[in-house]
């Protein structure tokens, strides 16, 4: 069965969000201690991220509450701070992996349609699609708002095939998070593809059919699948296409 669609996670797989998320913190910090805030930034941070882990990693009013729980209140002055100061941080670190517009345009010439489906708010996905110039190169973006479900939840690749007007065995999964994107996609029998290059949690068996240390090596997998090639649905291939490799967690999209 031809492969005629591939489904991407979108943090951690097309961008670097983690990455992002630390950097734009830290500019949230520094511009808070400019503007009078007291404690050392290694405290401040960890207070931060004690709220994301309780809250989520997409907690809109993380500073709200941070604030509240640090000083009894809100202070406008810190508030508007931070999220000046994460924002231009955001902004500048927001960035696609190496050779994902490569990749995305490569698909598109051979006919696949291409989706996204991030267990972020609908706004934030799109946000980050668009600053990213990637809006237009998905016929589908599915987030939490349009099932109230989280991967890995079969309701957020169900709507996909859905939407795409597709079978599982027509549809690859690529995504960094095996315990969601892997885990999820295999239930309803989509093929999935690790993106090793965006795992931040080391690890050692992903329990994927593909796995990648380089966007680009998904053209090459599909390739080879629709032209009824050599590699098996247990293969692993890492980084160059064509040979086989050894294939292994926060909130994020």
């Known amino acids: 069965m031809l492969i005629r669609a591939v489904i991407f996670d979108l943090d951690n797989t097309l961008t670097d969000f983690m990455t992002m998320k630390d ?3 830290d500019g949230a910090i520094d511009d808070m201690v400019d503007a009078g805030l007291t404690g ?9 991220y004690r709220i994301y882990r309780r809250e989520g990693i997409e ?3 993380v500073f709200d509450l941070f604030l509240q729980e640090e000083l009894g209140r809100v202070d406008h002055k810190l508030l508007a701070s931070a999220i000046i100061g994460y924002r231009r941080a955001r902004d500048s670190f927001l960035v696609l992996y190496p050779h994902v517009h490569y990749t995305l345009v490569e698909l598109i010439r051979r006919g696949l349609k291409l989706a996204v489906i991030s267990d972020a708010p609908a706004l934030q996905a799109w946000l980050r699609l668009a600053q990213l110039k990637l809006q237009t190169f998905f016929e589908h973006v599915i987030t939490f708002d349009d099932t109230g479900e989280r991967k890995p ?3 957020p690749f169900q709507r996909a095939l859905s939407l795409l007007g597709l079978g599982a065995g027509e549809v690859l999964m690529v995504g960094d998070w095996p315990e969601r994107d892997m885990v999820g996609a295999a239930k309803l029998g989509i093929r999935t593809v690790f993106a090793r290059y965006g795992d931040t949690f080391g690890t050692v068996d992903s329990g994927a059919d593909y796995e990648l240390d380089d966007i680009m090596g998904l053209i090459s997998i599909i390739d080879h ?9 247990a293969a692993k291939v890492l980084g160059a296409p064509q ?3 050894q294939g292994g967690k926060e909130e994020r999209g």
């Open 59 to 61: 907690y809109q009013n």
């Open 153 to 155: 939840s079969p309701a």
């Open 40 to 48: 050392s930034r290694a405290e401040i941070k960890d207070k931060i």
């Open 23 to 25: 950097r734009a913190v």
């Open 243 to 245: 040979t086989p490799g």
């Open 225 to 233: 699948l629709n032209a009824g090639g050599p590699l098996g649905a």
